[in-house]
């Protein structure tokens, strides 16, 4: 039986291929029926071989780290998963520990020279796959682990953990922006948002944000924010823009609060700040979070979202033909949520 799946065939340039026979899974592989690939930013900067993403990729990579589908065939010594089982693609090597056991840059799936979701079917070693929602679509799935897990990370593992009687402050409605607002409602904390569109921010409302700013109208958006929370300013901050927002987001964040940088999505990345004073004076912690998180983090997200029956918000879905129109889509960030290729 001939499948398919896009490569990477030059910079900027996806081609999609048929093969003769669908892969066969080894004594420990999993075979599984991709049936929706979530694209990320991350996946633009790889297929354009942007310098901002510090790996190459290898010639005709599959990209994506982001995928869910159905196990269709099992080897002879899989134990965790059986035959029309849901699941999601772990595409890395972390599977447990807070401190990035076994994470490495390089088998990250859909860069370098590790091959990802963009296609049919794919080979998994039975370890890197964790169980998909109960409640959720294979299309809504397959944004889980690099939006979802970083997001989750970000909340409740990081050096301040989110809860009731919080403030956390978010970023845009981006994937990542989106979980944050949905994890953080859910968790009990107040959300304020951000966003250059009022109709944006409507979304944001929709997803759990208490209050919503308007930066594009606010420029010194920082200062709503601090009249928002009676001048005490967030808890918690989660920043997927990086140098163009971080002075501000700074001033938002209280005294001994945590900014957790998930994200460089600044039009000058290497944009001058002057943040020192505001981090020593105002005991604050900056952290840059490599990495979603491990396999026991996503497989807490699947618990959480079932707990409160969360979905993520899907920005559009596209056929798998389309998957050229998907990622100009992604690189544009123009609608909430995550874009999706229906495979």
């Known amino acids: 039986m001939a499948c398919k799946s896009w490569h990477v065939a030059s910079p900027g340039t996806l081609t999609l291929k048929e093969h003769d026979k669908v892969p066969t899974p080894g004594p420990k592989e999993v075979l599984v029926r991709i049936k929706a690939a979530g694209f990320n930013y991350r996946d633009v900067l790889v297929v354009n071989h942007d310098p901002a993403y510090p790996l190459t990729p290898e010639p005709d990579l599959v990209p994506c780290s982001d995928g869910a589908g159905t196990v269709e065939a099992v080897g002879s010594e899989v134990s965790r998963w059986k035959e029309g089982d849901n699941v999601i693609v772990f595409a890395s090597k972390w599977y447990n520990g807070p401190d990035l056991h076994g994470f490495k840059m390089e088998d990250v799936a859909g860069s370098g020279y590790e091959q990802g979701t963009l296609t049919q079917y794919m080979v998994r070693d ?56 949905q994890l953080a409602a859910a968790a009990g904390a107040t959300v304020i948002a951000t966003s250059s569109s009022d109709g944006k921010l409507d979304i944001a409302r929709k997803l759990g944000a208490t209050h919503v700013v308007n930066y594009r109208n606010t420029p010194n958006w920082s200062e709503r924010v601090l009249e928002l929370t009676g001048g005490k300013g967030v808890d918690l901050t989660v920043d997927v823009v990086g140098a163009e927002s971080i002075e501000q987001t700074l001033k938002s964040t209280s005294f001994g609060g945590v900014v957790v940088v998930v994200g460089l999505l600044s039009q000058e990345p290497n944009f001058k700040v002057d943040i020192m004073t505001d981090i020593l004076y105002g005991s604050k912690t900056m952290v840059g979070q490599l990495g979603a998180g491990s396999r026991d983090m996503a497989e807490g997200l699947v618990d959480f979202m079932e707990k409160h029956d969360l979905k993520p918000e899907i920005a559009k879905t596209f056929k798998f033909e389309e998957a050229v129109e998907g990622l100009q889509a992604a690189s544009k960030l123009t609608a909430p949520g995550k874009v999706v290729i229906k495979v």
């Open 126 to 181: 039975e370890e890197r796959l964790f169980r998909a929602p109960e409640h959720l679509s294979m299309e809504e799935a397959s944004t889980l682990f690099t939006a979802g897990v970083t997001t989750y990370r970000a909340l409740f593992h990081g050096p301040k953990l989110v809860g009731k009687g919080m403030t956390v402050l978010t970023q845009g409605t981006g994937g990542v922006s989106c979980y944050a607002i």
